[in-house]
């Protein structure tokens, strides 16, 4: 399948610094990117949506301002969690699928850590 | 997007073969089922998808049935490796569909 990369792996953040999260799809052209939050023995949960060039869509309760994400290309996508907080603190996963719109591929996820 | 219900756990014993049910009564015409894993501390992995025909593929089998409303996902000879949770999920096969995640079957391959 296709792959999708996701940079960097684990971060450990001071509480009300900004962190940058990477997602590249590495052999194909990813037009819409997922970004996914998991929190320990719970199910992913879906932030938001993002088309190449366009804004991306929030999800209720997702605070964009908080949670910025940029798809400047076809092939990256990054998520910023800004003034970070001990609760920001989760799994963080994307996703990306192309233009045949068929199955989406998922990054290995980073583990972010605000202390 | 349709709901999906699944068992919360499930065992299976190493070289038998796992099967995974998921329910979804309410999904619409089209709709298609989608096949997930998560292995601990990883981003999810395509298992396979399907809208009504049975699907197989070098992973696993689905078997849709003829109404629809629920589905199995076959692992035919499961490895400790196999050891995940399995999420299945209904989306509309359009531009920019989202896949929403439920609570999946964590399935625990036994030696």
């Known amino acids: 399948g296709a792959v999708v990369s996701q940079h960097p792996s684990r971060v450990i953040c001071k509480s009300g610094t900004s962190v940058k999260i990477e997602c590249r799809s590495l052999d194909f052209q990813a037009t819409t990117m997922f970004w996914y939050r998991q929190f320990p023995k719970q199910s992913l949960m879906l932030m938001a949506t993002s088309n190449e060039g366009s804004k991306a869509t929030y999800e209720q309760g997702v605070e964009k301002d908080k949670f910025l994400i940029n798809h400047a290309s076809l092939t990256l996508s990054t998520l910023t969690v800004t003034s970070a907080h001990p609760e920001d603190s989760s799994f963080y996963i994307c996703?990306?699928?192309?233009?045949?719109?068929?199955?989406?591929?998922f990054g290995q996820g980073t583990r972010l850590t605000v202390v | 997007d349709a709901k999906t219900t699944q068992p919360t756990s499930m065992d299976c014993a190493e070289g038998r073969a796992a099967n995974l049910p998921c329910n979804h009564s309410t999904i619409s015409g089209n709709e298609y089922v989608y096949w997930y894993r998560q292995i601990h501390s990883q981003g999810p992995q395509y298992i396979i998808h399907?809208?009504?025909n049975n699907e197989t593929n070098e992973m696993a089998s689905l078997i849709i049935t003829e109404d629809r409303k629920s589905s199995t996902l076959i692992l035919p000879h499961a490895t400790l490796r196999d050891t995940a949770v399995y999420y299945c999920i209904v989306r509309v096969y359009n531009q920019g569909g989202k896949l929403i995640f439920g609570q999946g079957t964590e399935l625990s391959v036994k030696p």
């Open positions: 996703s990306a699928r192309d233009r045949r719109n068929t199955e989406a591929f």
């Open positions: 399907g809208l009504k």
